[in-house]
Nanobody, 125 residues
Framework: VQLQASGGGSVQAGGSLRLSCAASGRTFSNWRMGWFRQAPGKERKFVSYINWNSGRTSYADSVEGRFTISRDHAKNLVYLQMNSLKPEDTAVYYC???????????????????WGQGTQVTVSS
């Protein structure tokens, strides 16, 4: 399984960015795709996930209502649309994947077996 994240950058507070994660190496039926982020000196934290088949989603409280996760079956892409960005959203963002059973405790980064490289998001005030 390979994941390739892209789309990070620098924006001012209130701006928007869309991250993409290209997934390859297997079919992802009954798998879950997620986004985590890690700020300097802090642990990696759950941001959002989407179930590949059903499209069911979940968000961290800190991004609920501002971020939207989606997927494109045909292109094996997962997106994270980030609106109303705040300086505290500044972090390296990682996409991750794993089967539904393995990622049952989805907020625990240790439960996700496959990771992409990070993409930096910087939000200035």
């Amino acid at each position: 399984v390979q994941l390739q994240a892209s789309g990070g950058g620098s924006v001012q507070a209130g701006g928007s960015l869309r991250l993409s994660c290209a997934a390859s190496g297997r079919t992802f039926s009954n798998w879950r795709m997620g986004w985590f982020r890690q700020a300097p000196g802090k642990e990696r934290k759950f941001v959002s996930y989407i179930n590949w088949n059903s499209g069911r989603t979940s968000y961290a409280d800190s991004v609920e209502g501002r971020f939207t996760i989606s997927r494109d079956h045909a292109k094996n892409l997962v997106y994270l649309q980030m609106n109303s960005l705040k300086p505290e959203d500044t972090a390296v963002y990682y996409c991750a994947t794993g089967s539904m059973s393995v990622t049952d405790y989805f907020t625990d980064s240790g439960k996700w077996p496959y990771w992409g490289q990070g993409t930096q998001v910087t939000v200035s005030s």
